[in-house]
């Protein structure tokens, strides 16, 4: 997206080859963590320098309007620069900043969201009020869900992710940025499925049983969720494996499997299949309560979604009178977070499942003023309008991709009197305001950092109409 974008800014062909090395002054971060340099007037990305470097480069791919390059040596180093605490960082590729000081992160995630808008705007950004990101006390142990493949090496299971542009799977033992419950159960269940000598799936013979192991845990609760993802249907051991589970970590109150036998990048087939304790975990944030089951989408970091929800809330400045549209809802965390201050909530969503999960946590929490609905936003909503019910405020939390076009239009009809977008994608995020700038204006941008040490950043940005 951004390498797209970038291009377009210069029509020089690249003057460079792969394997040569050449010195590059970087300007800024790129929108994948990646530093940003000039070289005869072609755009260089080059992974792991920082903003105000000088450095050697070589080039790794040259493309006709871009190069990607690596560091041969840093000749100016930044005064932001740290080394990272993961000894795995640079083959991991999960996290892209920790090379970056945490002050420094949250600076250049302001910067992302301004250069984004800078693409769209021009000159009129500078007129913008871009708030200071606003960060985490402490940037580390905060996803509360691991996802790791599995494999064999030396004879022993291990499980982690695949390598940054390649098909190794590094082993992680510990990851720093994950819940201390997550690793620690996942590193036994890696020793169970070793003790028991349960098939591990082997992606190139296509032969094996277990695939990843996904563990969940309740920030709040405690609570914590094992999901097996298995390429066949049967898993080998079933018993014996939820024997040692329930022995040795009593902590783990839901087992379940998986079943994905597709060839398919996709972690989660369709069926799940309920093997131990609970269907469902519970999770709290704020004053409302939440159960996860194995496929539920919730957000990663519940520290941080508080900080963001309320910032929601800040920006739909409610008085009680209002009528709120929560666009793509899921499971109503937004919707039921704003309806205290409401009139009345109405979300949709295109799952249906999370839209029975919408209503059970609005049953659940006793709130009356709420609605929620199966189907497109775009198609939803002029039906409401039409039978008197107009929205005063919306809301929309759209995935990386942004907001639907059709929607985009049915928000330029309606014409809520305020719009609040939160983004997780910069990117997207301006090119939508673009197409609703003709009738909304920018009061602020306040950005979200929701994933430290890597290159992502959320942002509540609340555009009132002309």
């Known amino acids: 997206m951004k390498k797209q974008h970038e291009s377009n800014r210069t029509q020089t062909a690249m003057a460079l080859q792969v394997g040569q090395t050449f010195p590059l ?67 991991c590729g999960g996290c ?30 500078v007129k913008l009020d871009i708030r200071e990101t606003i960060g985490m006390e402490d940037p580390w142990s905060y996803r509360n869900k691991s996802q790791f493949q599995t494999g064999i090496r030396n ?70 969720q094992v999901v097996i993802v298995t390429a066949t249907r049967e898993l080998p051991k079933k018993d014996q494996l939820i024997d ?12 379940v499997q998986n079943v994905n036998d597709q060839e398919t990048s996709l972690v989660f087939g369709e069926k799940s299949i309920h093997l131990s304790g609970e269907n469902v975990i519970k999770e709290t ?9 194995a496929r539920t989408f919730f957000q990663l970091n519940p520290i941080q979604t508080v900080k963001l929800y309320d910032e929601a809330k800040k920006a739909a400045s409610l008085t009680g009178k209002e009528n709120v549209v929560d666009a793509y809802c899921g499971v109503g965390t937004i919707g039921l977070w704003l309806s205290d201050e409401a009139k009345e909530v109405r979300g949709m969503d295109v799952i249906k499942e999370s839209i029975k999960d ?14 929620f609905e199966t189907g497109k936003a775009e198609n939803v909503l002029p039906t409401w309008i039409n039978k008197g019910w107009k929205p005063d405020v919306l809301v929309v939390d759209p995935p990386r991709s942004g907001c639907d076009e059709q929607l985009l239009a049915t928000i330029v009809k309606a014409k809520p ?15 939508d305001y673009q197409r609703l ?15 430290p040490q890597t290159s992502h950043v959320e942002a509540v940005v609340k555009l009132m109409l002309k």
């Not at 098909?167 to 510990?174: A, E, G, W, Y």
């Not at 700038?437 to 994933?451: G, R």
Request: aromatic share 6%; net charge positive.
């Open 417 to 431: 009197k305020t719009v609040v977008y939160v983004s997780c994608n910069p990117s997207t995020l301006a090119k």
């Open 244 to 255: 040692l589970i329930q022995q040795k970590l009593p902590q783990v109150k839901s087992v």
């Open 285 to 293: 944030l704020g004053d409302l309560s939440y159960e996860l089951s």
């Open 25 to 91: 002054t970087i300007k800024r971060l790129g929108i994948n963590g990646e530093g940003v340099g000039y070289f005869k007037r072609g755009v260089v990305f080059v992974q792991g320098a920082l903003p105000g470097e000088e450095v050697v480069a070589e080039a790794t791919k040259v493309h006709p309007k871009f190069a990607e390059a690596k560091v041969k040596k840093i000749r100016k180093k930044s005064g932001d620069r740290v080394n990272p605490p993961c000894p795995v960082y640079d083959q």
């Open 358 to 371: 919408a209503r059970m946590n609005a049953k659940r929490h006793g709130k009356t003023n709420t609605h």
């Open 96 to 125: 892209q900043l920790q090379h970056l000081s945490y002050e420094g992160q949250l600076k250049e995630k302001r910067d992302i969201v301004r250069q984004a808008f800078e693409r769209y705007l021009g000159n009129e950004t």
């Open 155 to 224: 004879g022993k299971v291990i499980a982690g992710l695949y390598g940054l542009n390649s098909h190794n799977l590094i082993d992680i033992p510990v990851c720093i940025v994950q819940h201390p419950e997550c690793n620690k159960v996942t590193d036994e269940i890696k020793k169970m499925l070793d003790e028991l000598n349960i098939s591990i799936y082997d992606e190139k013979k296509r032969r094996g049983s277990v695939r990843t192991i996904m563990v969940r845990v309740g920030f709040q609760s405690g609570e914590v």
């Open 437 to 451: 700038s003709k009738l909304y204006k920018i009061q602020y941008i306040q950005p979200v950092d929701m994933f």
